[in-house]
């Protein structure tokens, strides 16, 4: 039997960078702790009164709200916590997305939104593939939530945004950024993105040093239900296949993730925070929302949409 590292008790879940094996209580204990220390660093919830946390229903958002349920009881009483969902109409699997959320929130108590883009937007994410969006469909898709969470957020009278994106989704970007040289989006990529925009929620990454494998422990540690499959879209995308790569370079060079992510943050973004500037912000001409240019992103893709749609009715 291999024990606790912390306590004389049979060992459940291995921590691989750190090179330690812990019990649930233990793990639970760490992985609370990981994630309260990254909110403290880098003051995530200074001046928060109202914290929206935008679920998926996979297992690092799920991870993210029951923590943040836990720590804003026990170190944050004052703050409001609600969980917003974006059901996205992918057939067999965006159902089981919003049964897991809906499970979870009424099980926690946490006030919760669902919104269907089918009968909110009048598309899915399903209907981009016969545009032109769709060889690049999870880019798209990332389009789409980036908007309405935000607006979402924004609606509802949130000051934050917690999205569960994790050390591995963090690391995948900046492979990919640092290869294009794509120091616009490299500057980008911070724990926290502050905005002094009033329809700009201010967004978080609690989980940003935290690993999807420890994400997984403690969902099933704390018994939250886990999606059999992963997002059918996704298959063979280009994120993926960088993600297999990292994960090569990971075994070959233990702690690989948390080396690129600390330079980054601590050596590379202050640098380029003095030398790239912060775009400028305009409102969307179309919804009012904030936007580089006369029209978001989020508006073109839906005119380019409606376009084809247009095209195959005729």
């Not at 943040?68 to 996205?88: D, T």
Request: hydrophobic share 35%; with cysteine.
């Amino acid at each position: 039997m291999t024990s606790c590292r912390l306590c004389s008790s049979q060992a459940a879940y291995l921590i691989e960078h750190a090179k330690m094996m812990l019990c649930r209580d233990c793990f639970i204990k760490y992985y609370e702790k990981k994630i309260y220390n990254t909110i403290m660093k880098y003051g995530m919830l200074r001046g928060a009164g109202r914290v929206t946390v935008a679920v998926s229903g996979g297992k690092d958002s799920m991870a993210l709200l029951a923590a943040m349920n836990r720590l804003v009881s026990e170190k944050f009483p004052g703050i409001k916590l609600i969980a917003i969902h974006i059901n996205l109409g992918i057939e067999g699997y965006s159902e089981r997305c919003q049964e897991i959320v809906e499970n979870v929130c009424e099980d926690l108590g946490i006030e919760h939104v669902i919104y269907d883009l089918s009968s909110r937007e009048g598309y899915r994410i399903p209907d981009l593939k016969s545009t032109p969006l769709g060889r690049r469909i999870c880019g798209a898709c990332g389009t789409v939530k980036r908007y309405l969470m935000n607006r979402l957020a924004y609606e509802i009278g949130s000051d934050r945004l917690a999205t569960g994106h994790n050390l591995d989704d963090v690391v995948e970007l900046l492979f990919e950024f640092y290869l294009k040289g794509s120091v616009e989006d490299l500057v980008r990529v911070r724990p926290v993105s502050w905005s002094d925009n009033p329809k700009m929620v201010t967004k978080i990454k609690p989980l940003i040093e935290l690993t999807e494998r420890e994400n997984m422990y403690y969902a099933m540690a704390q018994g939250i239900p886990l999606l059999a499959a992963s997002c059918p879209l996704a298959k063979g995308s280009r994120m993926l296949r960088r993600k297999r790569l990292i994960g090569l370079i990971e075994r070959e060079i233990p702690g690989f993730k948390h080396m690129l992510y600390k330079s980054h943050v601590k050596r590379i973004l202050p640098r380029l925070e003095k030398t790239v500037p912060e775009p400028s912000l305009t409102e969307c001409e179309k919804c009012g929302m904030p936007s580089l240019s006369n029209m978001c992103s989020y508006c073109k893709l839906v005119s380019r949409l409606a376009a084809r749609s247009a095209e195959n009715s005729t």
